[in-house]
């Protein structure tokens, strides 16, 4: 079974802390995806990789980056968290493109006080 | 723009059939997929469509018309555990998945 795992399920940050969020994928995946989940909303992409070293802005890029030095790890990062980033973090891993099955690591809730 | 609309929330009762129906506008068209989420867990994958027509798998089918930009998944003999919330999603054409904000299916006895 393909298995993502995200470094916490829970985090509580100030805000103006720059906040590193992990995602880890054991299924030798090309494709790795983080978006934001937020009630009434549907899932927003923040930020994709098709491959190592390589990123692509999402829909909503603006106040996170990210960083993706090996093919299993792609982490999200919030250079100065703000109260609007709020949210649920989901990193989600596919292979491949014309069937493209995405699976999901079990989220990361981020409170920005 | 893209747009993706499902409704926010339903119920019904165990042992019953749900028809969850989605329906979509967006740039472009490759496939259609069904996600399923409990509550503060990850969404997991339940079906894809890209020809028109029904897909079976178990107690879960969904159906797709390209033409109408519509899809349903339906629910037989529903279960207890099959309270979730159902997330359609469209693949445009990019190749990126465009999210409906889910439906919360409530399963009462």
């Known amino acids: 079974d393909v298995k993502v795992t995200q470094s916490s399920r829970y985090l509580v940050k100030r805000t103006g802390e720059k906040v590193f969020l992990e995602c880890v994928q054991d299924?030798?995946?090309?494709?790795m995806f983080w978006y934001r989940q937020d009630p009434g909303l549907g899932l927003r992409l923040i930020y994709f990789?098709?491959?190592?070293?390589?990123?692509e802005k999402g829909d909503i890029p603006e106040g996170y980056s990210v960083s993706r030095e090996k093919k299993e790890r792609f982490s999200l990062i919030l250079e100065s968290a703000s109260t609007n980033q709020t949210s649920m973090y989901l990193c989600?891993?596919?292979?491949?493109?014309?069937?493209?099955?995405?699976?999901f690591g079990p989220g990361t809730r981020l409170t920005v006080l | 723009g893209q747009n993706i609309d499902q409704p926010t929330e339903m119920t019904a009762t165990e042992g019953a059939i749900v028809q969850i129906n989605c329906t979509y506008q967006?740039?472009?068209?490759?496939?259609l997929f069904w996600y399923q989420q409990h509550a503060g867990e990850a969404p997991t994958f339940l079906s894809y469509?890209?020809l028109d027509g029904l897909e079976e798998k178990g107690r879960f089918s969904s159906f797709l018309s390209r033409s109408k930009g519509y899809s349903y998944l339906l629910l037989k003999e529903l279960q207890m555990k099959d309270s979730a919330s159902y997330l359609c999603?469209?693949?445009?054409?990019?190749?990126?998945?465009?999210w409906g904000a889910g439906t919360k299916l409530i399963i009462k006895p």
């Open positions: 469509n890209v």
């Open positions: 989600a891993s596919s292979n491949g493109l014309e069937y493209n099955e995405q699976f």
């Open positions: 299924m030798d995946h090309e494709n």
């Open positions: 999603a469209v693949r445009d054409s990019n190749y990126q998945l465009i």
């Open positions: 967006t740039s472009g068209f490759n496939g």
């Open positions: 990789s098709y491959d190592v070293k390589m990123k």
